[in-house]
Nanobody
Framework: QVQLVESGGGLVQPGGSLRLSCAAS????????MGWYRQVPGKERELVAV???????NYADSVKGRFTISRDNAKNTLYLQMNSLKPEDTAVYYC?????WGQGTQVTVSS
């Protein structure tokens, strides 16, 4: 069973940046698509961004132009660079390889 471990969350002021990482316990080279999702209490988990193993990406409209998803297959790691953060980006962010989920990392955007 592959384990996905997110890190990099925290408290940041509006307009700030964070970089999330998701380290996989196994190789992600053969994983066609990986994604970042987020969830706030009382709401469904929503897609933030996805990336294929050849680097094609897709983003939720709410984060386009601010967030960048990337992956390093050699390091078995997925990333999410988040810039120009807004209070509405506050959520628990999860890594997903479309089979397993990570435990999530809290991102809080507040002054």
């Amino acid at each position: 069973q592959v384990q996905l471990v997110e890190s990099g969350g925290g408290l940041v002021q509006p307009g700030g940046s964070l970089r999330l990482s998701c380290a996989a316990s196994g190789s992600i080279l053969g994983v066609y698509v990986m994604g970042w999702y987020r969830q706030v209490p009382g709401k469904e988990r929503e897609l933030v961004a996805v990336i294929t193993n050849i680097g094609s990406t897709n983003y939720a409209d709410s984060v386009k132009g601010r967030f960048t998803i990337s992956r390093d297959n050699a390091k078995n790691t997925l990333y999410l660079q988040m810039n120009s953060l807004k209070p509405e980006d506050t959520a628990v962010y999860y890594c997903h390889d479309y089979k397993y989920w990570g435990q999530g990392t809290q991102v809080t955007v507040s002054s």
